[in-house]
């Protein structure tokens, strides 16, 4: 689990902020979720936000007021954009900034992100819609991105062992997965003396 770590009272703790924790604040904001982007620190919306960003580690709404009166933050400025500053990063690392606009540019509402995004975990990776709102839209990303690629993996080396053994020639390359079907795997950059090479048997 990623996250951003930030020190209360001498105890490290994991701001983390999954799609649940978000639809909440976008409930409880008077102009939702997105209008955070747009604010200056104020203690109201940190206390709120802290509150998200642990609710995993089973922080309640008051103790995260607690927290901020203790720490010095509803008391002093300096800390509370400290506290300000590492709620933002938590929302950067999760993934909540890259979704603030549409692929269009134009603004959408969290409820439209959060209904599209679990239609594509349920129909497009099986996910429970339980399992959906646990993860954040980075650790979404990641899986839609990778899904299936233990399925195309297995595919692709049963076409490269074929290939292998019926079409392979004497003095080529063996075939590999990869050249089959996609399968994640990231190709090594060539090196200038590679593609010096290359230029040169084209000239």
């Not at 902020?17 to 919306?45: H, K, N, W």
């Not at 269009?104 to 409820?111: F, N, Y």
């Amino acid at each position: 689990m990623r996250s951003v770590l930030v020190t209360i009272g001498g105890e490290i703790r994991h701001l983390r902020y999954p799609i649940s924790v978000i639809e909440d604040i976008d409930q409880i904001l008077p102009d939702g979720f997105f209008s955070v982007f747009d604010r200056e620190a104020d203690i109201q919306t940190a206390h709120l936000l802290l509150w998200g960003g642990l609710c995993h580690e089973a922080i309640t709404y008051e103790d995260a007021g607690c927290i901020l009166i203790t720490e010095g933050a509803a008391y002093d400025p300096i800390i509370l954009i400290g506290f300000w500053k590492k709620i933002t990063d938590a929302l950067i690392n999760d993934g909540w900034v890259s979704i603030t606009r549409g692929d269009s540019g134009e603004p959408v509402t969290i409820k439209e992100t959060i209904l599209e995004m679990e239609r594509l975990a349920v129909s497009e990776m099986d996910m429970r819609p339980a399992d959906f709102y646990g993860i954040t839209p980075r650790e979404f990303g990641i899986m839609r991105n990778n899904y299936g690629l233990s399925a195309n993996r297995r595919t692709g080396i049963i076409c490269a062992t074929m290939a292998n053994i019926h079409a392979r020639g004497k003095d080529s390359e063996p075939f590999k997965p990869g050249d089959f079907i996609y399968t994640g795997e990231r190709k090594k950059a060539q090196t200038a003396e590679e593609q010096a090479a290359i230029l040169g048997g084209l000239l």
